[in-house]
C-alpha cells in the first residue's frame, strides 16, 4: 500500500514559482510511476505531468511545457513538481499520485494511488 502527502502549496503572484512535494511511504515506491495532476471545483481533473519509475521518461500537458519540471528522489520518496512562470489558469487543487506500472501515463485510470491534494492559486 502505497500513501502519498502532498506538501508546497500557497498563494503566488503571476510570473512567481512554486515547488510542490509528494511524500511516499510503501514498499512499492521505487517501482512505480508517477503523476501530478490538477483540478478546479466543477471541473474534470487534468493531467499536468508524470514520471517514469527511473526518471528516464517525463511527460507534460502542453499547457505547462516549458514551465513545469517533475522529479522524482527515489532514495526520499518523494517527487516533485517545480512550477515556474506562473499564470492564473494554474490555479487549482494539485494531485499528486503514483501507478502500478513503470512508464509514465497521463491516464487518470492508470494512477491507483493518490494524495489529498494541495491547493495553489496564483494571482494576476
Same mark, same amino acid.
Given at each position: ?49 508524470? @514520471? ?17 519540471? @517533475? ?54
Amino acid at each position: 500500500q502505497v500513501q502519498l502527502v502532498e506538501s508546497g502549496g500557497g498563494l503566488v503572484q503571476a510570473g512567481g514559482s512554486l515547488r510542490l512535494s509528494c511524500a511516499a511511504s510503501g514498499p512499492t515506491f521505487d517501482h512505480n510511476a508517477m503523476g501530478w495532476f490538477r483540478q478546479v471545483s466543477g471541473k474534470e481533473r487534468e493531467f499536468v505531468a508524470a @514520471i517514469s519509475w527511473n526518471s528516464d521518461n517525463k511527460m507534460y500537458a502542453d499547457s505547462v511545457k516549458g514551465r513545469f519540471t @517533475i522529479e522524482r528522489s527515489t532514495a526520499d520518496k518523494t517527487a516533485f513538481l517545480q512550477m515556474n512562470r506562473l499564470k492564473p489558469e494554474d490555479t487549482a487543487v494539485y494531485y499528486c499520485a503514483a501507478t502500478m506500472a513503470w512508464l509514465a501515463t497521463m491516464n487518470p485510470v492508470e494512477y491507483v494511488y493518490w494524495g489529498q491534494g494541495t491547493q495553489v492559486a496564483v494571482s494576476s
